[in-house]
């Protein structure tokens, strides 16, 4: 079974991608393309429902279907492609307040900092990623300048004038 860093902790993933072995407990995550066909209306039944949003989907997209998911996975391709902070940021935006989680081979240690600022709080690690270091990575700065998305698991410092 698949590991993922969820709320800072080590977990077994309960998701599973269409053609995965269904699980006891939890639900599936599907492309975004096949939210939005005639046949996803038959994905009500499978239990809890994901969406996985490719680096090139339009996350306003999800504005209407938000109420029935429980998780969107966001795909960073690579550690120089950040068009997922972008849509992880629209999703936030949008008001989702489920499982926001960064998957894909750019999801590496020295980018958790800033997922977790813009609204991830699960993260599917690249191969060779090592949990521990990933872990001590969302600790490494205690201070940040800019303003972060309301549920970001990174917490705020407030400066007193």
């Given at each position: 079974?698949?590991?993922i860093?969820?709320q800072r902790?080590?977990v077994?993933d ?5 053609g995965e072995?269904?699980h006891?407990?939890g639900?599936?995550?599907?492309p ?8 996803a ?13 490719a ?5 306003e997209?999800?504005?209407g279907?938000l ?10 391709p690579?550690f120089?492609d950040?068009r997922?902070?972008?849509q992880v ?12 989680r960064?998957v894909?081979?750019g ?8 997922m ?9 690690l ?6 521990q270091?990933?872990l001590?990575?969302l600790?490494?700065?205690t201070?940040a300048?800019q303003k972060?998305e309301?549920?970001a ?9």
């Amino acid at each position: 079974m698949r590991r993922i860093l969820r709320q800072r902790d080590w977990v077994i993933d309960p998701w599973r991608y269409p053609g995965e072995p269904a699980h006891e407990t939890g639900g599936l995550i599907v492309p975004l393309a096949q939210l939005h066909t005639p046949s996803a209306h038959g994905l009500r039944h499978c239990g809890a429902l994901g969406v996985q949003l490719a680096p090139a989907d339009d996350a306003e997209q999800l504005g209407g279907e938000l109420p029935r998911l429980s998780l969107v996975a966001v795909e960073f391709p690579n550690f120089s492609d950040g068009r997922g902070f972008t849509q992880v940021t629209v999703v936030r935006r949008l008001g989702f307040a489920g499982e926001v989680r960064a998957v894909g081979a750019g999801v590496k240690r020295d980018l958790l900092f800033l997922m977790a600022r813009c609204g991830c709080d699960a993260f599917e690690l690249a191969e060779g990623e090592d949990p521990q270091s990933a872990l001590q990575a969302l600790e490494r700065y205690t201070v940040a300048y800019q303003k972060a998305e309301p549920l970001a698991s990174v917490e705020r410092v407030r400066f007193s004038a």
